[in-house]
């Protein structure tokens, strides 16, 4: 078992705190604490900092603050996007300005999520609870693209047990025209995609990954997309990653890091959309 997958097996997390202020970063430390018993809690002070503390072990989840005495958020949330030695990272920042930078589009596909200080710590400790612990039941509509019949049923199954909608497509192909047709409809189609990487047909899944990012221009908030890969080849990875993967997910799959990992994701893309709505609504072009 990878490090990353027993951590949320055991519901022992590594969390990163990255705040100049001293009281944030015992205020957010004490809620986690407090909240989380088994959670392990870093503090950092600098952008700087937090990239050495990156280095000493896995981190499973990274809150930062926007202003940094040395540094942006945005640029610490790329440096871990670039080294962080798993796959992946959920980035939360913690900011007052969180508003302004959303309306601005000033957060970038880095941050993960966002809560702004107005909510309350306690609000914080909430977001990563469900992240570590997610609920046994979930909502959304999921296209899910395997080739293989026998997987698919079975993991459709799965999937619909926890309450999701499942569209399967047999091949990229297939998602494309189901997706190209909801576009056509002024829609997105469906609330996530999960791909994997090895399809039968012209396309591949990372072929796939790619017509969203960059046909349809879907951003990671707005359709977010889980890639199965067999290949545990690092730099192929970080190419799934860097083309517009919001997360992978190793197979064999294991179901709770999967449904970890999908719910994760959909909670997310239902605060972006929810943001976008209430921006569009108060006249706010995004």
């Given at each position: 078992?990878?490090?990353?997958?027993?951590?949320?097996?055991?519901?022992?997390?590594?969390?990163?705190?990255?705040?100049?202020?001293?009281?944030?970063?015992?205020?957010i430390a004490r809620v986690l604490q407090k909240n989380l018993p088994h959670a392990s809690v870093i503090t950092c002070e600098t952008g700087a900092e937090a990239e050495r503390a990156l280095h000493d072990g896995v981190?499973?989840?990274?809150?930062?603050?926007?202003?940094?005495?040395?540094?942006?958020?945005?640029?610490?949330?790329?440096?871990?996007?670039?080294?962080?030695?798993?796959?992946?990272?959920?980035?939360?920042?913690?900011?007052?300005?969180?508003?302004?930078?959303?309306?601005?589009?000033?957060?970038?596909?880095?941050?993960?999520?966002?809560?702004?200080?107005?909510?309350?710590?306690?609000?914080?400790?909430?977001?990563?609870?469900g992240y570590v612990a997610p609920p046994d039941k979930a909502e959304g509509a999921v296209l899910y693209v395997e080739d293989s019949r026998v997987v698919a049923l079975a993991t459709s199954r799965m999937l619909k047990s926890y309450g999701l909608t499942v569209q399967h497509a047999g091949s990229a192909e297939e998602a494309v025209e189901f997706l190209g047709a909801a576009q056509d409809r002024g829609e997105i189609g469906a609330d996530l995609v999960l791909t994997d990487v090895s399809l039968k047909?012209?396309?591949?899944?990372?072929?796939?990954?790619?017509?969203?990012?960059?046909?349809?221009?879907?951003?990671?908030?707005?359709?977010?997309v889980l890639v199965m890969t067999g290949d545990e080849n690092p730099v192929n990875q970080a190419a799934l990653l860097k083309a517009g993967a919001n997360d992978l997910v190793e197979k064999p799959v294991e179901e709770r890091l999967l449904m970890t990992k999908l719910m994760f994701q959909l909670r997310v893309v239902r605060r972006v959309r929810a943001a976008v709505a209430a921006a569009t609504r108060g006249g706010v072009t995004r």
């Open positions: 078992m990878n490090d990353v997958l027993r951590h949320i097996a055991s519901d022992n997390p590594r969390v990163m705190v990255v705040d100049g202020s001293k009281v944030a970063r015992t205020l981190v499973d989840l990274v809150t930062t603050a926007l202003s940094l005495p040395d540094m942006d958020g945005a640029v610490l949330a790329h440096y871990v996007r670039e080294h962080a030695p798993q796959a992946y990272i959920p980035i939360v920042a913690v900011s007052g300005d969180v508003q302004e930078r959303l309306q601005n589009r000033q957060l970038g596909d880095e941050i993960t999520d966002y809560l702004d200080k107005s909510a309350g710590y306690a609000a914080l400790a909430d977001f990563i609870r047909g012209e396309m591949s899944g990372g072929d796939l990954l790619e017509w969203i990012r960059e046909d349809l221009k879907f951003g990671k908030g707005q359709l977010p």
